[in-house]
């Protein structure tokens, strides 16, 4: 059972334009959530995460924002640029879990010129 | 800066043959990890290691076995490669001091092919 889920496995978004990647995880354990960037032939990098404790996190042009009763999280990149061309991938990790992280199938990103 | 680094980054092997994929990490790190990435099945993990000697199994650790030495090095081992087993390879790994925001650093990863 996939308890963390990104349903849509793509997205195109014009240059300058917002991009709001979904992802929805089904264990109320979780507490912990992460968003990691992946270009081909390359290995994840940390993009930004959140705490169950807050429903907002921002890092300059990534925002996450974290709805705990929806057990739903969104990444929105603001504006979006061709680099942000890549694989995004939701991660949760639960209490306890000692860093063991749940990854979503991942969404491709394609920010048009 | 952390550094997780894979011995190779592309790797052919035939079916039947032992494979060994090594990682090390540089910060002293106490958790490693290994994952593999396939199209449409995202981030699948194998084998985790909380400390040296040890090692849990993942999600997928069927097929795989790992070491782990010495802290800074997590080897995963194909005892018998499949073509099943044509995949992403990817090492992580983590602080493990317990903080809520411990967070995985990935190596690049290594492209096994078996034929």
């Known amino acids: 059972d996939q308890q963390v889920k990104q349903n849509s496995p793509s997205l195109s978004v014009q240059e300058g334009r917002i991009s709001i990647l979904n992802c929805d995880y089904t264990n109320s354990m979780f507490d912990y959530f992460l968003w990691y960037k992946k270009y081909p032939a390359e290995g994840p990098t940390f993009l930004i995460s959140?705490?169950?404790?807050?429903d907002k996190n921002e890092d300059g042009r990534f925002t996450v924002f974290l709805n705990k009763s929806a057990k739903h999280l969104s990444l929105h990149i603001v504006p979006s640029q061709p680099g942000d061309s890549a694989v995004y991938f939701c991660?949760?990790?639960?209490?306890?879990?000692?860093?063991?992280?749940?990854f979503g199938k991942g969404i491709t990103l394609s920010v048009r010129p | 800066d952390v550094k997780v680094t894979q011995s190779s980054r592309y790797l052919v092997k035939r079916t039947g043959e032992k494979v060994f994929l090594e990682c090390v990490q540089d910060?002293?790190?106490?958790?490693m990890f290994w994952y593999r990435q396939d199209p449409g099945l995202g981030l699948r993990l194998i084998y985790f290691?909380?400390?040296?000697?040890?090692?849990e199994k993942g999600d997928i650790p069927e097929g795989y076995s790992v070491s782990r030495e010495k802290k800074e090095r997590f080897s995963l081992i194909l005892e018998s490669a499949s073509t099943n087993q044509t995949s992403m390879y990817l090492c992580?790994?983590?602080?493990?001091?317990?903080?809520?925001?411990?967070?995985?650093?990935f190596g690049p990863g290594t492209r096994l092919t078996v034929l």
């Open positions: 959140i705490s169950s404790i807050k």
């Open positions: 910060m002293d790190h106490e958790n």
């Open positions: 992580a790994s983590s602080s493990g001091q317990g903080l809520i925001t411990d967070t995985q650093y």
């Open positions: 290691s909380y400390d040296v000697k040890m090692k």
């Open positions: 991660a949760a990790r639960g209490t306890g879990a000692n860093s063991k992280l749940t």
